[in-house]
């Protein structure tokens, strides 16, 4: 061996000279290998190559194949594919899904003894050894099993995790090792193509070659092949396009297909190819002349790859691919959860439901057009299933396109109902519906649904209010209500959350902690959408290198919902934790993953878990009736019967505009704002009407109504909702504040009367004010 190395590097005629003896040596060695392996010439030179031989390792780790991730949504019962995703496009086949058409190509046009000769063919070594010396390069000699070792190597080599310049470089030097124009290469695949065919047979090598085999690109198997550049199954390809397949192998990059350039060269190669298989009977002379006479026609199908293949659901795509590189089930690290993803072949099965996707997608693009011309008008909604978590839609008004656009009217490559997280977006200030956990809060200090507070916009000295048990600041907090003329004086709770009254939130605010607020809301599903950043911008990481969410904003102003922003899907996670009644379930887009045995693999689940008192959500989910039935929510109110309740939500200047609904089945969140500009929506229209009008800052009425009803159309809901307990309704814990002081508080009813949530607004569903009002500059929203 070392006489070989210094054979090649002393270059000259007399170094090819011994590198051919050297090597026709090893050759003679490998052939008393294979034809006496029971020889032993002690103390021989033979007898030293052959131990020098044997010495080298003999078993090839063959490791699972490349193979493409799919993502799947259900549309009619049916699993249906949305998007797929791989380093290397191919799909591993099984013996008898190759047709003899494929077969008898593959060894005409690699070796055509193959079923003759052992792992190493000896009259091809000597060729090649004669070739060598002639030509002064490495030429053929190799089997198909050789081949094949080869391959392995190269996979194992492209499969390395490339993360730095050092682990960048250990993957460059084991390709360059499996790849290398040397004898010692060769002699290495042949030892271990030996051990190769002690442990399969004939058929299992050749298919393994078929699945792992190069075909120009991306393109790896026979399989993806025929489906890339023929558009048909392999077991479905006819002679010529069988030789003309494989005519690729033999120089991926030169004879791929879909480079015109490549055609003839590709075609001198297949007609080759088709003369071997005449040579040796595989095929008739008329097979030969009729095929060998064919220009070469393709149909290059491009893979399904990325979620832009996705159509309507390519948003959802986008959240579940975050999901998977974001989540350590699927790894320790980011790069090894990338590397899962696009090498293991998994099959994703999502918890969108494909046919209503389509419908609130349809239900977006009628009331909030993609380029309005005017305004870069957004609008996206997310419903969520209670007790499961499971996404069922998720849609917005733009066009995905990976890379952005200059048309960003019509374009994104931002998820708007994620978080910065799992869609690059950073969630939009929630307004009105916010203030549903303000309540919450309001409650469980103490204090009921029955009491009065002063619901009057005005200036509270900022150390009124509490955080974390310390006097919040100094100074003035100034704030208005949506229409000063009507909304003044006391009113109770439930008249308060009906009418969406900023003065009655903030005197709720002041007797409540605002770190419990904070807190309340997170545990809820109700979290901040942008990620923690350190001093120097940078993301805070946790264990696993997944950023962490930035906890909500603690101030006066978040009792309204215009501190932070958060995405809709988790607006939606919380009202589906008062739905169910206390229980949590966090948001998840994947109900299962197989792998390519079909063995189940670890996704994130729900995890639901008690995070509030049940009574607690009761009185909760009894107080955002009021806004359907006599309040801001009266345009988003069905006539099928099922229990909805829920809070509208306008920011400063009608900036965003929101919907967030429930019944107990499914929450839906809907927004509709603006994407870049600070455009009132009051005072922009939509090319459609909607039941209460036409501006923007109505259309979520509209686009809510048409996804929550078939929501409730499949999934269903209860008709009723529990009464709360007493002690929610009536009395309470005593206001502090001066500012805040009711004039009177009402007493218990007697045990006759029953409690009542107000009554209805006069109409048809759907009426009501044209706008619910939005916040005005220094205060809060409706």
Known sequence: MSVTQAALRAGGKLSA??????VAAIAGTLIACLVTPAVAIAGSATGKQID????????LEITPLDQKARIYAKSKG?????????NQNRDVVKWDDIPKTVKDATLAAEDVRFYQ?????????????????MHKDIQGASTISQQYVKNVCVQQAEAMPVTDKKSAAAAKAAYEKCTDRSYNRKIRE???AIGLEKKYDKNEILLGYLNIAGFGGRTYGIEAASQYYYDKRAEDLDIGQAATLISIVNNPEAFRLDKKANLPGAEGRRNYVLATERDHGMITAEEYEKYSTQPIKTTITQPSTGCQTAG??????????????????????TAERQASLMTKGWRIYT???????????????RYVPQKPGYADVGAASTSVQVGTGRVLTMVQNKTFKPNGAKNRTKYSAVNYNTDELLGAGAGFQPGSTFKAFTMIGWLKSGHTLGQTVNGNGRTIPMSNFTACGRTYGYGPYQFKNDDPRIDKGNFDIQSGTARSINGVFMSMAQEQDLCDLQKIAQSMGVTNGLIKRNKKDEAVRDKNGIPESKPLDVTPAMAMGTASSVAPLNMAVGYTTIANKGVRCDAIGIDRILDVDGKKVKVPGADCRRVQDEQLMIAAGYDLRNPVQRGTMTPDRLSDGKYLFGKTGTTDDAKDTWVMGSTTKVSTAVWVGNVTGKVNLRRVYSPAACNTGSQFAVMRHCIFQAIQRTMNA????????????PQYLYGGKAIQHADARPQSTPKPPKKDDKPSVGKPAVGKPGGGKPDDGGKKPGGGNR
């Open 52 to 59: 020098a031989f044997q010495s080298l390792p003999e078993n």
């Open 312 to 333: 309507t659901a390519a948003f959802f795509c986008t959240y579940v691919y975050n999901t998977i590189l974001t989540s350590p089930e699927f790894g320790k690290t």
């Open 78 to 86: 049916k699993q249906v594919l949305l998007a797929s995703f791989f």
């Open 117 to 133: 000769h052992g792992p190493v063919d000896p009259n091809g070594i000597a060729r090649a050894l004669v070739s060598n010396f």
């Open 17 to 22: 000279l011994l590198a051919f003896f050297a």
């Open 714 to 725: 499949k999934y269903g809901g209860a008709a009723g909702w529990p009464t709360p307990l």
């Open 190 to 192: 042949m030892r271990l």
């Open 351 to 365: 918890t969108l439901d494909l046919d209503l996707q389509r419908k609130a997608q349809k239900a977006v693009d």
